[in-house]
């Protein structure tokens, strides 16, 4: 689907607004969609050398991973560290298997540890990564499978809730925001059920403990 084809939508509704701000707004609005929702997986390929960290990961065209599930190198399952630790480094030659941890942060997916005085002739390993994905701030593409409502509705937030703007409209954008809110979290819960449409219920316990 054509990002022009929600901007054509979110423009009749604000027809004083020029259309490349609508255009903005509207890709502001997928991605900000799909980065919360996570409902955009895909397994992206890698590859990564023992001279440096970084992993550049292929991603379809007009897309970027926003959050990282595992990574795997072969057959192994690498372990997850999160945190703003410098990158490990090691002065001896590393595991022949290859790397053991991964991080991933702004966008970069780094392997550890690496080699600090590699001559570039390491090494290559294949890298799997599970990935939720949203689009890149160039994008003219975006998922077929996204509703046009939904992501309407917080380009018309944004829109309306730009003050001084002869467009504005306080009450209005406030009403567009929390429907774009609510297609975010409902779309979380869909994907949490599997793919399914459906409600998570917590049941409280009667007085003195459950049954």
């Known amino acids: ?3 022009t084809e929600i901007a054509d939508m979110v423009a009749a509704q604000v027809p004083l607004c020029p259309l490349p701000l609508v255009l903005a707004q509207s890709r ?9 929702s996570r409902a955009w997986m895909a397994e992206l390929d890698g590859e990564w050398s023992d001279e440096r960290p970084e992993v550049r990961l292929e991603c379809p065209d007009g897309a970027e991973p926003v959050y990282l599930y595992h990574v795997k190198v072969g057959d192994r399952t690498l372990a997850h560290f999160d945190g ?4 490990w480094r090691s ?13 991933f942060a ?7 540890p690496y080699l600090e005085d ?45 003050a001084g703007q002869t467009w504005s409209n306080p009450s209005l954008a406030a009403y567009f925001t929390e429907k774009f809110e609510e297609a975010i979290a409902a779309k979380r819960i869909e994907r949490m059920h599997g793919g399914k449409p459906g409600t998570l219920i917590i049941k409280t316990p009667h007085v003195g403990g459950y049954f």
């Open 1 to 3: 689907m054509k990002l």
């Open 28 to 36: 502001w609005a997928v991605k900000e969609f799909l980065s919360r």
């Open 84 to 87: 703003d630790a410098a990158p």
């Open 91 to 103: 002065s001896k030659r590393v595991n022949p298997r290859g790397p053991s941890t991964w991080r």
């Open 106 to 112: 702004n966008g970069t997916l780094e392997l550890w």
């Open 118 to 162: 590699s001559e570039g002739n390491g090494p290559l390993f294949k890298v799997k990564a599970l990935a939720a994905l949203s689009v890149d701030r160039r994008a003219m593409c975006v998922p077929d499978w996204l509703d046009i409502d939904d992501i309407s509705y917080g380009a018309l937030g944004k829109l309306l809730g730009m």
